[in-house]
């Protein structure tokens, strides 16, 4: 079965950039989204299409897919981006989540 | 806007079969490239895809749970129903349905959650 890989946690200052990984095979092939989900809270779509923002998400939030890496940036990180953060691709008929990614701001 | 809530019982005995409604407002499962999804997540621990229904009925299982799956539409209703057979403590989780459209490749993404429900399975 087809696997997201993503780092367990990533750190960042806030203003700083931060950087969140999501690893497959032949991942350039697919459709990456990504989600934050805050603690307690449901999921929130902030990209699909590997880069595209829905309606309301901070400009700051911006993707990319290459090779077997997609990539979430968030620019000018701020204390209300604290949460964790998912991938998501379609393989085989078949939605594949990542593992999740903690984000911490400090 | 668009609305989804789950809703089901909160604990069930293992062995036992688990019933979920997913009710929504705001679209309709009629209208094509819409679907409904249902993704689970066990306490403290990463989201897990489990059954897609599309517009025109055309449905998508978790290959590892797809021997236990079922989803169905109402769409007179605005319901998505999903059953789970034979739970397992393991099952226990928070169960989220969402919203789903196809994107201009072809692709579908999960772009609004509804709350969730917990449920525990236990004797």
């Known amino acids: 079965s087809y696997e997201l890989t993503q780092p367990p946690s990533v750190s960042v200052s806030p203003g700083q950039t931060a950087s969140i990984t999501c690893s497959g095979d032949?991942?350039?092939?697919?459709?990456i989204c990504w989600y934050q989900q805050k603690s307690g809270q449901s999921p929130v779509l902030v990209i699909y299409q590997d880069s595209k923002r829905p309606s309301g998400i901070p400009e700051r939030f911006s993707g990319s897919n290459s090779g077997n890496t997609a990539t979430l940036t968030i620019s000018g990180t701020q204390a209300m981006d604290e949460a964790d953060y998912y991938c998501?691709?379609?393989?085989?008929?078949?939605?594949?989540f990542g593992g999740g990614t903690k984000l911490t701001v400090l | 806007q668009i609305t989804l809530k789950e809703s089901g019982p909160t604990l069930v005995k293992p062995t036992q079969t688990l019933t979920l409604t997913c009710t929504f407002s705001?679209?309709?499962?009629?209208?094509?490239?819409?679907?409904v999804g249902w993704i689970r997540q066990p306490p403290g621990k990463a989201l897990e895809w489990l059954a897609l229904?599309?517009?025109?009925?055309?449905?998508r299982y978790s290959p590892s749970l797809k021997s236990r799956l079922t989803i169905t539409k109402d769409t007179s209703k605005n319901q998505v129903v999903l059953t789970m057979t034979n739970m397992d403590p393991v099952d226990t989780a928070t169960y989220y349905c969402?919203?789903?459209?196809?994107?201009?490749?072809?692709?579908?993404?999960?772009?609004?959650w509804g709350q969730g429900t917990l449920v525990t399975v236990s004797s």
């Open positions: 032949k991942l350039e092939d697919k459709y």
């Open positions: 969402a919203h789903s459209r196809r994107g201009d490749y072809g692709d579908y993404f999960f772009d609004y």
């Open positions: 998501q691709a379609w393989d085989s008929n078949t939605a594949v």
């Open positions: 705001g679209f309709s499962l009629s209208t094509s490239g819409v679907g």
């Open positions: 229904i599309f517009w025109d009925d055309d449905k």
